[in-house]
């Protein structure tokens, strides 16, 4: 049994715990104080169910900046909605996200599907709000933005292996997308990790 943040209330209702630190184990109960509280619980578990490597993993993903500049949009790739329940349509988006750089058009995409172009049109347009073109290219931009933080690929291999093509392809996809280039969104991400680094070294 877990809870987190005010769910450890209804549990020191029931009388099952009486603790203060930010995560605690008490046989089958589990609690978490808050929301980053909650990662700790998360990678705990996940460490002791999984190991250390996928834990050290999971928590480089779950790596957020300390504070965003306020001209820069989110560009998290995980902050998209969750995969949908339609088992054709979650074939397709596992599909696209597997090889950002395969063919992805309409037609090889309904081939996944077992649909017709048209058939798949209508199901992303129920389910996803929007095109199947639209959901390639805003996976494709949030890739390169994540590889534009994490790697010093340049432009040209960042936007081949993302399915992108050209440097010029990757520029208009951020533009339209974040409303700022590729470069600038490197160097803002460089820039707080350095302050991200800084403030944790100089913590009490």
């Given amino acids: 049994m877990t809870s987190v943040c005010t769910g450890a209330s209804i549990l020191a209702a029931a009388g099952l715990l009486d603790a203060a630190p930010i995560f605690v184990r008490d046989g089958p109960v589990i609690t ?29 993903v779950l790596v957020t900046y300390l504070q965003r500049p306020g ?45 017709s172009p048209r058939q798949l049109a209508r199901s992303f347009a129920r389910h996803l709000h929007q095109s199947p073109a639209s959901y390639v290219r805003t996976a494709r931009t949030r890739a390169a933005a994540r590889l534009l933080e994490t790697t010093d690929l340049p432009l040209p291999a960042i936007a ?9 392809t990757l520029r208009k996809a951020f533009a ?13 991400s460089r820039q707080h990790a350095m302050r991200q680094s800084t403030t944790s070294t100089t913590a009490p």
């Fill in 32 to 60: 978490a104080a808050g929301i980053t509280s909650a990662l700790d619980l998360t990678l705990a578990l996940v460490e002791e169910d999984h190991g250390s490597d996928l834990a050290r993993l999971v928590s480089r």
């Fill in 71 to 115: 001209t820069q949009a989110q560009v998290s790739p995980f902050t998209a909605a969750a995969p949908p329940v339609h088992d054709p349509l979650r074939r397709v988006v596992e599909h696209v996200h597997a090889d950002l750089g395969a063919d992805l058009s309409a037609t090889a995409l309904a081939g996944v599907a077992g649909l």
């Fill in 160 to 168: 081949a292996r993302t399915g992108l093509g050209t440097s010029e």
């Fill in 176 to 188: 339209r997308h974040y409303g700022l280039a590729p470069s600038a969104h490197r160097a803002a």
